[in-house]
């Protein structure tokens, strides 16, 4: 039984570049949660995602981001035109109900964005 | 809303020393999970414990345990005799209603 897989695990991109972080959830688990992780700082919520729905983006930059949990397929969280301060440790979880209920919370390994 | 507080942002200790870190929590859900994590310096997140809002009995885990106070909302963390390879940083969560708050971490450093 695989945890929650992210990929890639490290990415560069360039000023103005886009960047696509997936996170596919453990199997059976509908939903999905996104945070980041700045250098030296605690994890901040950005989005909570079911199947194909946004439940909660109250986290989520206005402008640039955005994110996807389809009914096939990894969840995706999306940076368009990305900065510098971009640069970050994004952490995707995800559970089998809206509360853990049994079960820890699982978190992915992280994907590191450098943005150069 | 939910909010953690880890006051503590660094702590060091020399090996074989016991530390706690605190945890201290607000949250208006009657039902609610709260947790440890390590982040060690390769930057992943290690799953210590999960304690669900109805169960206050304390546990201990090796070396590890944990007291969990309702009535004061905090949920506090114990490492006895503590070893080089506790240095990271470690994270109080609490999972509410549709989200998992963290708290900014206590940067914890054993000497050698």
């Known amino acids: 039984n695989a945890g929650v897989m992210q990929n890639p695990r490290h990415l560069v991109r360039r000023r103005g570049q886009e960047a696509r972080l997936r996170c596919s959830p453990m199997k059976g688990h509908s939903h999905v949660y996104w945070y980041r992780q700045l250098p030296e700082e605690g994890l901040k919520f950005m989005v909570y995602?079911?199947?194909?729905?946004?439940?909660?983006e109250s986290g989520m930059p206005k402008e640039r981001f955005s994110a996807e949990f389809p009914k096939e397929g990894p969840s995706i969280l999306r940076i368009q035109q990305v900065v510098r301060g971009d640069s970050a440790a994004y952490f995707c979880?995800?559970?089998?109900?809206?509360?853990?209920?049994?079960?820890?919370?699982?978190f992915g390994q992280g994907t590191r964005l450098t943005v150069v | 809303a939910q909010k953690v507080t880890q006051a503590q942002t660094e702590i060091s200790v020399v090996e074989k020393e016991d530390v706690t870190l605190d945890c201290v929590y607000e949250?208006?859900?009657?039902?609610?999970?709260l947790f440890w994590y390590k982040q060690p310096p390769s930057g992943e997140l290690v799953f210590l414990i999960r304690?669900?809002?109805?169960?206050?009995q304390n546990e201990i885990s090796g070396r590890y345990s944990w007291n969990f106070q309702k009535s004061t909302s905090s949920f506090n963390f114990t490492i006895t005799a503590s070893q080089v390879v506790d240095s990271a940083v470690y994270f109080c969560?609490?999972?509410?209603?549709?989200?998992?708050?963290f708290g900014t971490g206590t940067k914890l450093q054993v000497i050698p």
């Open positions: 969560a609490l999972w509410g209603y549709q989200k998992v708050t």
């Open positions: 304690r669900n809002s109805f169960d206050e």
């Open positions: 995602l079911q199947k194909e729905n946004i439940i909660d």
């Open positions: 949250t208006r859900d009657t039902t609610y999970y």
């Open positions: 979880a995800s559970s089998p109900l809206e509360r853990t209920g049994g079960t820890e919370a699982f």
